[in-house]
């Protein structure tokens, strides 16, 4: 009995140990290319770097089994998170509302938002929407396509900072923390309050939700919340201080990606871990985390203010100019903001049959001021985005494969 108990145990602490990403192979691959990535791994720590690259390997039923690497990853180390935030918030919008089961209330129902709290924001109409009202399928598209701010405030208030952080804790992303809404200066008491909204069908109301208030708090503590040198406050005055970021957003890497896997691949976890979301909605987020902003009609994005690459950074860098490859298409959601890129992606060959899951986050913010909008996006972040997008592509082009995937899932037309 002692022997089969210990080798149980022994084998319980193999199978733990495996489920730990490689921290090796990454930084064996970059170190290839100095050319590429030589400033970045000469200041890993200047720039914040962390990267999770996931490989997937299909069994004889296409199911998708997965294979972690990462570099400087560090729940523990923190990083503001921006935009990324927008993809959960999304998810769960649309979960309250299947939720709910009331009869003709859909995320095509007209979306009317009041405003009864300092700071708060009244949206009745959305210029961008055919019919030039809101909806919740109108600010999911806007949030997917460009990451629009403005519609991820109105799914935040929907959704309200105590049901969002219980959905964190629901589905085990204990590293995360959702408390405000972004680029309005949204803080303290602000955040707790959520606005009264109204769904219409027509002209009958269908739901009313009041305003909301959160009493809670969501403390986390991690290294590196308070830094820099200075920041520049409301009136665009200097302050030299370290910035403190330990009353924002928390969305680590490895939360990122977990819930990337769970949308994107919901038939590896069990029926009542996966999101609460009908197959048109799957379809739904697919569709319009791939598409490219100038080829959606309704909102519609015309260059050269938009482009196809414009929230396409791992591979592309979110380059203007670039020259998109008909056979690759990348479902994501990006992030920018105080000098942090974060790019969460699941790439896709379907003419090589290739797809790999790819996280990551870079910083580059040479004076150290925060709020000042000096940063090195475009000559530090996006380059170094790109370069590693295609590095793990080009790798994943020569991996052999046993089963090749069949991706018609993820094949749509736009």
Same mark, same amino acid.
């Given at each position: ?201 027509? =002209? &009958? ?5 009041? +305003?909301?208030?959160?009493?809670? *708090?969501?403390? /986390?503590?991690? %290294? $590196? ?126 003419? =090589? &049959? ?5 996280? +990551?986050?870079?910083?580059?913010? *040479?004076?150290? /001021?925060?709020? %000042? $909008? ?41």
């Amino acid at each position: 009995m002692k022997y089969f108990y210990t080798l149980f145990l022994l084998m319980a602490i193999l199978f733990a140990s495996a489920q730990q990403p490689d921290t090796v192979f990454l930084k064996n691959l970059l170190e290839t290319h100095p050319e590429l990535f030589s400033h970045i791994l000469s200041h890993p720590a200047h720039n914040e770097v962390q990267i999770l690259y996931t490989q997937i390997d299909r069994d004889e039923n296409n199911i998708p089994h997965f294979t972690s690497y990462s570099y400087r990853l560090n729940a523990n180390h923190y990083f503001y998170p921006a935009s990324t935030v927008k993809l959960p918030t999304a998810i769960f919008a649309m979960e309250k509302l299947n939720e709910l089961k009331i009869p003709g209330l859909t995320i095509q129902s007209v979306m009317k938002t009041d405003s009864s709290f300092a700071g708060e924001t009244k949206m009745l109409k959305d210029s961008l929407a055919k019919n030039s009202l809101p909806s919740m399928e109108q600010y999911i598209k806007e949030i997917l396509l460009v990451s629009d701010n403005f519609a991820y405030n109105r799914l935040y208030e929907f959704v309200g900072r105590a049901e969002i952080n219980d959905k964190l804790k629901k589905y085990n992303l204990n590293n995360t923390r959702i408390i405000d809404r972004l680029a309005i200066g949204d803080a303290g008491e602000g955040t707790r309050h959520t606005n009264a909204i109204d769904f219409y069908n027509g =002209n &009958k109301l269908v739901y009313h939700q009041p +305003a909301q208030y959160d009493q809670r *708090d969501y403390p /986390i503590h991690l %290294d $590196n919340m308070i830094v820099g040198k200075g920041y520049m406050d409301r009136n665009d005055k200097l302050v030299m201080k370290p910035f403190d970021f330990s009353d924002k957003n928390v969305y680590t890497i490895s939360d990122q990606q977990s819930v990337l896997k769970r949308l994107l691949f919901p038939e590896v976890y069990p029926e009542n871990d996966r999101f609460n979301l009908t197959q048109e909605q799957y379809k739904f987020i697919y569709h319009y985390m791939s598409m490219f902003p100038t080829e959606s009609k309704h909102p519609t994005y015309k260059q050269p203010e938009y482009f196809p690459a414009y929230c396409k950074w791992l591979f592309y860098g979110g380059d203007s100019t670039a020259v998109m490859e008909p056979h690759i298409r990348i479902f994501n959601k990006i992030g920018d903001s105080y000098g942090f890129d974060i790019d969460n992606a699941y790439i896709v060959d379907f003419k =090589n &049959k290739v797809e790999f899951i790819i996280t +990551a986050v870079v910083q580059s913010n *040479d004076d150290e /001021i925060y709020n %000042d $909008n000096k940063y090195e996006y475009k000559t530090v972040c996006l380059p170094f985005m790109k370069n590693l997008g295609r590095l793990i592509y080009q790798y994943e082009l020569t991996r052999p494969k046993k089963h090749l995937p069949d991706l018609s899932k993820f094949k749509f037309r736009y």
